[in-house]
């Protein structure tokens, strides 16, 4: 039950492109097209951004797109704007019922 | 619309015991696993234990198998997490979240309950 691993932080200037990755294993990433990104702003719960690897629910914007190549999945946000500032995190099955979130990855608009 | 709502979070002495409950509205919660998610201050999300939707299959986070046990009523739409022998290092907000289906990555969170473990 290993964290995914993510970038501690990322930036990017308004209008910009920024991609976070996030790796696992075999056994989570690699193994299950299930993965998930969410939103987190201060003091709110967490916001579904990407599922299955790349599909968005409705209402989110298609700035966001999400990838996945062998252990790595990745959130790619295109034209940044301010309120996209917090952190996101990724979230994979792993297998047995689990789930494995990654550490989290703060994202700052210049 | 899909509504968790988290309570009894609060201040608990390490080795004591707390319940904390979810209520679901807005979806059939008879027919949806459900999955408990905390995150300490300052730190990212911990999958913490997931529940069929039936109650009869359980699972556990390492770190709480043995202390925790999550349940369900499906005749009241509420989920619960039992805590004891509870300890510094599970201080966090504690989050209800519905999976999309079976056991996958959540869709819908609540807004949190926070529980604090300290002398």
């Known amino acids: 039950q290993s964290a995914l691993t993510q970038p501690a932080s990322v930036s990017g200037s308004p209008g910009q492109s920024i991609t976070i990755s996030c790796t696992g294993t075999?056994?989570?990433?690699?193994?299950?097209?299930?993965v998930s990104w969410y939103q987190q702003h201060p003091g709110k719960a967490p916001k579904l951004m990407i599922y299955e690897v790349s599909k968005r629910p409705s209402g989110v914007s298609n700035r966001f797109s999400g990838s996945k190549s062998g252990n790595t999945a990745s959130l790619t946000i295109s034209g940044l704007q301010a309120e996209d500032e917090a952190d996101y995190y990724c979230?994979?099955?792993?297998?047995?019922?689990?789930?494995?979130f990654g550490g989290g990855t703060k994202l700052t608009v210049l | 619309e899909v509504q968790l709502v988290e309570s009894g979070g609060g201040l608990v002495q390490p080795g004591g015991s707390l319940r904390l409950s979810c209520a679901a509205s807005?979806?059939?919660?008879?027919?949806?696993?459900m999955s408990w998610v905390r995150q300490a201050p300052g730190e990212g999300l911990k999958w913490v234990s997931s529940i069929s939707d039936s109650g009869g299959s359980t699972y556990y986070a390492d770190s709480v198998k043995g202390r925790f046990t999550i349940s369900r009523d499906n005749s009241k739409n509420t989920l619960s997490l039992q805590m004891n022998s509870l300890r510094a290092e599970d201080t966090a907000i504690y989050y209800c979240?519905?999976?999309?289906?079976?056991?996958?990555?959540?869709?819908?969170w609540g807004r949190g309950t926070l529980v604090t473990v300290s002398s």
């Open positions: 979230c994979s099955y792993a297998g047995s019922s689990t789930l494995v």
């Open positions: 807005g979806f059939t919660f008879s027919s949806c696993a």
């Open positions: 075999s056994s989570d990433v690699g193994n299950y097209n299930l």
């Open positions: 979240a519905k999976p999309m289906s079976n056991f996958r990555p959540p869709d819908y």
